[in-house]
């Protein structure tokens, strides 16, 4: 079909069949080459074309990614794969790399690693970085404590619309985490803040910029406690139609939100990211 | 713990418990009061104070609520009280109220009552409501053509910035529909448009306004096709951490979008609305 669309057709990537994965094990295949690659693509096709490498080139493109994307596409591999990865990277670049990693993420990694090296591992990272991710590993893993994110926009109440909005559109945020917006008295670090209320995205949009958040606040969206359980989080998305709520604790503070792509991967088969994905 | 805080506390009517089943159930509870009670809840908990509700009082006030504010209700209900709530409005009413519905909802609806009570319904739709239910009606329930809405927001790719936000933050749509927007060859009602690609609500919000939407179209976004099932599309989700994603016929037409919340209705348990809900 492509025969007579003349010289010269570019394709996606992750369309290309067949030759890629002899390519990619040819000595000719460099690593710089592979790099240049992976560089448009999304982690999680990343992470499947690494799945696709020989072990020594997989390892070598681990070491040549700088720890941003190495953590971004860490998060997309299958846990066997992910600790497999660890131990290969060694402990101080592992700790590198956890300490980019979305806290929850990396809170699921170590949770899969024995005590004593998942406890060197946080050890070596930086405290701000393993505060967190120690937080999320004294929940269990299928509730809502440890299922969250540690790091929602969080905004105190005399921010400005135009602010929020400027926060939400940071591209490091999902779709889901930009979706809302938790307003708490100050500090606003997790888990310190008393939870006030959350502001919807389509909402700041609908607003002067120089408004303030905390005249906006929707205080009647139920909250999620950090012990429920993964089918009371996941009733709970499908009940009110969400993909992002806050999880507050006894005392009212926001310990962090649950956003619907976790409560996937967890309802997901465990060797679910083993199998083709769709869509492609 | 409310006495001594003053003579008067406003408590959410979903925080009232114990007395709220036997003071609805009671004589003096009338219509009209329940309707001014539900006028600031959620679809999804006018729908669970509902079904508390004894039958002729539930029905009482399903009559006094206007079409659109009855659809939303009605699709937050377990499929066996949707079908008995279709039986005792009839079927000049159930047209009315199906046309009002997401068509998504309206076909699931749909598929849970016998051929000829279904057809009926359809035929006394306005066809403008009832023809994208009869596509839906065509794919089954657990595939992406199933799941789908026909109706996300579908932009020209002359569209402004300024005006595929305004269309984005329209409070009819789901933060997962707002998600994103797609962008296709006009005409821009589905299932004809030719698909060109997507733009997320956060690339809008970092784009100049008078920019066109045809400038930042992300074409690389994996789209799902029609028969894709449930599972794939949950894959699709969780791997690319997505709320929303384009299905897309084998002729390149945008014929819907699937969104999360779709999703997790159909891997929850059938009776799931019948259990407690989570985060009240």
């Known amino acids: 079909r492509l025969a007579r669309r003349g010289a010269i057709h570019v394709v996606d990537w992750q369309h290309v069949q067949g030759i890629t994965q002899n390519e990619l094990s040819m000595p000719g295949q460099g690593v710089a080459q592979l790099l240049m690659q992976f560089e448009d693509l999304r982690a999680a096709d990343v992470a499947n074309a690494m799945r696709e490498l020989p072990v020594k080139r997989r390892m070598e493109v681990a070491l040549a990614l700088d720890d941003e994307r190495l953590a971004d596409v860490v998060q997309e591999l299958p846990d066997d794969d992910q600790v497999e990865m660890m131990h290969y990277l060694g402990v101080d670049r592992g700790a590198d790399v956890l300490e980019a990693m979305d806290p929850d993420d990396a809170a699921d990694l170590l949770g899969e690693l024995p005590e004593t090296e998942a406890e060197s591992l946080l050890r070596l990272m930086d405290p701000e970085d393993s505060a967190p991710v120690r937080r999320l590993l004294e929940h269990s893993p299928d509730t809502a404590g440890g299922l969250m994110t540690t790091e929602p926009v969080v905004l105190s109440a005399s921010t400005t619309v135009a602010e929020a909005l400027a926060r939400a559109r940071n591209p490091d945020l999902t779709p889901a985490l930009a979706s809302l917006v938790f307003v708490v ?64 604790d006894d005392e009212e503070h926001l310990v962090g939100a649950v956003t619907v792509d976790d409560v996937l991967d967890h309802l997901l088969p465990e060797d679910w990211r083993d199998q083709e994905v769709a869509g492609q």
Do not use: M, W
């Open 185 to 248: 008295r100050p500090p606003t670090a997790t888990p310190t803040g008393a939870y006030l209320g959350c502001v919807h995205l389509q909402q700041l949009l609908r607003e002067p910029p120089a408004s303030l958040v905390g005249g906006i606040i929707d205080k009647a969206l139920p909250k999620l406690g950090p012990e429920d359980s993964l089918t009371a989080v996941t009733r709970y998305f499908a009940t009110y139609n969400l993909v992002c709520g806050p999880v507050v």
